[in-house]
């Protein structure tokens, strides 16, 4: 096993891999940003070391500044965590040229999958389907008229280096492609540095379907069966949940089989997820692998019993797999909510700013996954996922009146957050149903606002602002060292002296 872990991430990622860390008895390093000195993820690690500047390309996204802080601190493993470097096969190849373990896949196989267009070559050729389209990227738009002719309008550009909605476009008539081409072109190349896109058939109304899987260094894998991830906004998951209410025990098991497959065709280890789409006619296709623990693995864990993170590091320190796929079962309904700092009633643009008071649900069946506390300030320079929200229980009907209860008991004061509208998500008929399609936010609750006179939040803000207010007494050895403790968080507070 090794001797110390360096989790190159932040937030609720890295609080998250802190922990499993030291319950498996693994000494750990946590870095981090000048804005990011009084992050949460700090009180988890043994060791703390700063990388940089607030940017991600000068702090995050930097591997030098990683490497010294590997070197400093002895340790002889990376766990990246999601975004930053965690799918960047250059990073990965680093630590493998250093003889470090990057808790990941290899870097070959993060480079094969991180190409839209290679992987979907290299699934064609493994016989997994795939969503009809060009096999490679464009380079004329004579390539892309005539595709687009041969699989049919409508037609989805998008970005054969990169994900999460960047370069992607729908076009329904032929008299947009070209320009929709050169915009997808400029959005690829600013976000990914790399502007090569292509053109593939649109799937109306799917429903976004991923698989988890695990592969050791042995040649065996396994799937912890599927997340229905189809509830998105521009693109990316706000609410995931598992079993698929779409899945029949014959459909789970042919894809299943299928995201199996396309572990060993690519040879990819460690912990990854294998996303589809799937039409109303129950046909599946390969979409693409994310090579890194997800967002949403927690749905995956309760319904199944296995820690996924400490999978991970056993995997990456060489172990075989100790679970086999007909011991494997689901258990129960789970549902997770993303908790990011968005204005969901302006196009959820991110709201940054101070966290007044924050308390965090509980009760049976209830994990909240977070890197935020009250008195914390919300940078304006990274991802504004503060925490999610997960619960499990024996139904999906229980399930959903259970999240809906922790939406209700989750005061994020301060700042605007989303909470409110997953909480309309959930009550809508549509989701209660289980009629969740990729274009469920635009069908259904496009424009909303909150409805007036939900709660008072002036008496609440009041409240937590005078709660906010209390000035923090000094730590019991009189230091801080720079990142919050129990002690300075607390607010006031005294020894009483024994009558």
């Not at 729908?170 to 492609?177: G, I, Y």
């Not at 909240?368 to 929200?389: N, Q, R």
Request: negative net charge; glycine residues 8%; proline residues 5%.
């Amino acid at each position: 096993m090794f001797k110390k872990i360096l989790v190159a991430n932040r937030g609720e990622i890295a609080v998250r891999v802190l922990r499993a860390a030291r319950e498996m008895g693994i000494p750990t390093v946590a870095v981090h940003s000048e804005a990011d000195r009084e992050a949460l993820h700090l009180r988890f690690a043994d060791e703390t070391v700063c990388i940089g500047p607030a940017e991600p390309v000068a702090s995050y996204l930097n591997f030098e500044r990683v490497f010294e802080a590997v070197a400093s601190t002895g340790a002889d493993a990376v766990h990246p965590g999601y975004g930053f470097l965690a799918e960047n096969h250059l990073f990965a190849a680093a630590c493998e040229e250093r003889g470090l373990t990057f808790i990941g896949s290899s870097s070959e196989s993060i480079r094969l999958l991180g190409s839209k267009t290679e992987s979907r070559q290299t699934m064609a050729a493994a016989e997994i389907p795939v969503i009809p389209g060009m096999r490679a990227e464009g380079h004329s738009m004579e390539e892309f008229i005539a595709e687009a002719k041969k699989v049919g309008y409508p037609v989805l550009i998008k970005a054969a280096g990169g994900g999460g909605g960047k370069g992607m476009r729908v076009v329904r008539e032929e008299s947009a492609l070209e320009e929709s081409v050169a915009a997808a072109r400029r959005e690829a190349g600013s976000a990914f540095g790399n502007d090569e896109v292509y053109l593939e058939k649109l799937i109306e109304k799917p429903r976004h379907v991923e698989f988890q899987v695990l592969g050791d260094r042995h040649g065996n894998a396994v799937h912890l069966f599927e997340r229905e991830c189809s509830i998105q906004r521009r693109h990316q998951k706000i609410v995931e949940e598992s079993p698929s209410v779409a899945l029949d025990a014959e459909l789970r098991r042919r894809m299943g089989d299928t995201a199996v497959k396309v572990a060993l065709a690519s040879d990819y280890t460690n912990a990854g997820t294998v996303e589809f789409l799937l039409d109303a006619d129950g046909n599946f296709y390969f979409l693409e692998v994310n090579t890194r623990i997800q967002v949403e693995h927690p749905v995956t864990e309760l319904t199944t019993g296995i820690d996924l993170v400490k999978a991970q590091i056993r995997i990456a320190a060489g172990e075989p797999l100790w679970i086999a796929q007909n011991n494997l079962v689901q258990r129960g309904h789970a549902i997770e909510c993303r908790i990011y700092a968005e204005d969901p009633e302006n196009n959820f643009l991110p709201a940054a700013g101070k966290i007044l008071f924050s308390e965090e649900p509980s009760g049976p069946g209830i994990r909240v996954d977070s890197g935020i506390y009250s008195g914390y300030t919300v940078p304006v320079h990274y991802d504004p996922i503060l925490s999610k929200v997960i619960v499990w229980a024996e139904t999906r009907e229980e399930a959903i009146r259970r999240m809906r209860r922790a939406l209700a008991d989750y005061p994020i004061l301060g700042i605007r957050t989303i909470v409110p509208f997953l909480d309309a998500v959930l009550d809508h008929p549509q989701f209660r149903k289980g009629n969740t399609y990729t274009d469920f936010i635009e069908q259904h609750l496009k424009g909303w606002t909150l409805p007036a006179g939900d709660g008072d939040v002036l008496t609440l803000a009041l409240m937590a602002g005078a709660l906010a207010s209390r000035q923090p007494a000094a730590g019991a050895s009189g230091q801080d060292h720079g990142k919050p403790s129990p002690w300075n968080t607390l607010g006031k507070w005294e020894i009483a002296a024994k009558s």
